[in-house]
């Protein structure tokens, strides 16, 4: 058997976000087994520089690439957004990220081509979404708001929490009118809740965690990388409280499956 194929993937996110994508991918794919890294002691993301977190970006794919994994899944929609694909594409290793799964998703569910997508401050700034959305469907009505408290009331653990409506009441009446909205964000998915009550369930929800885990699936699969036989096994790194992540995760998964360990991502700047 190629040994290769038993190498690990690794995922990333700015903080917690990323296990959306990591819950999805260990449902799709159960035999491989992964690394996961929660940036939570630089969180959040998005309300950075893009010089700072194209850095930060590097850095996390290089800790990934220390613990040997053979493919890399970018979580985090800020990364993927500031990161570009020369930065990417420069690991020696496939990279798949949530913007292009997201975009292609919202593409192909849309009715009317009004197309909204919610994120952090940079994200939005990128116009990466607009981009990629505009690239399938030039003609869509596009609309993008950042939602920057979103995060940190995710990361709290305030998922139907009465501030948290509120705050989305705030965010998603300067949307416009759409049919789809695009989850920019892989903390958002917590709060679909929420963001239902909000939009009265008129609006469909584009979580791409499912898309990437696909597009990973498909990527593995060209490549020749495909696990089919296992054992799996996951462990998580954060650059926060392990104790923290620890029990938060446990909230969003439910069940962790692996142990939590510290990181030093300065390392590998």
């Not at 979103?150 to 009441?169: H, Q, R, S």
Request: with cysteine.
């Amino acid at each position: 058997m190629n040994k290769e194929k038993l190498k690990p993937i690794g995922i990333f996110d700015s903080g917690l976000g990323g296990l959306t994508v990591l819950k999805e991918v260990r449902k799709l794919l159960p035999d491989e087994s992964l690394i996961y890294f929660g940036d939570s002691g630089r969180a959040p993301y998005g309300t950075k520089s893009e010089e700072t977190v194209r850095a930060y970006t590097a850095q996390d794919i290089s800790f990934l690439l220390s613990k040997g994994v053979k493919a890399v899944v970018v979580a985090c929609n800020t990364a993927a957004a500031c990161a570009g694909k020369d930065l990417l594409d420069s690991f020696g290793v496939p990279v798949v990220e949530v913007i292009g799964a997201g975009s292609e998703e919202a593409a192909r569910v849309t009715t009317s081509g009004k197309i909204g997508v919610i994120g952090t401050q940079a994200t939005i700034r990128s116009g990466v979404y607009e981009r990629a959305v505009r690239s399938i469907l030039p003609d869509c009505v596009f609309s993008s708001k950042a939602c920057p408290l979103f995060v940190p009331l995710v990361e709290e653990g305030w998922w139907d929490d009465d501030i948290t409506v509120e705050v989305a009441k705030r965010y998603l009446s300067e949307i416009g009118d759409i049919d789809t909205l695009v989850l920019g964000c892989t903390h958002y998915p917590y709060l679909e809740n929420v963001i239902r009550k909000v939009t009265g369930g008129r609006v469909t929800l584009v979580n791409s965690a499912k898309a990437v885990a696909h597009k990973l699936e498909a990527t593995l699969e060209k490549e020749g990388l495909k696990n089919a036989k296992g054992p799996a096994t996951v462990e998580y790194y954060t650059s926060d409280s392990v104790d923290k992540f620890a029990s938060l995760g446990e909230l969003f998964l439910g069940n962790l499956g692996g142990k939590v360990f510290r990181a030093d991502t300065e390392a590998f700047s």
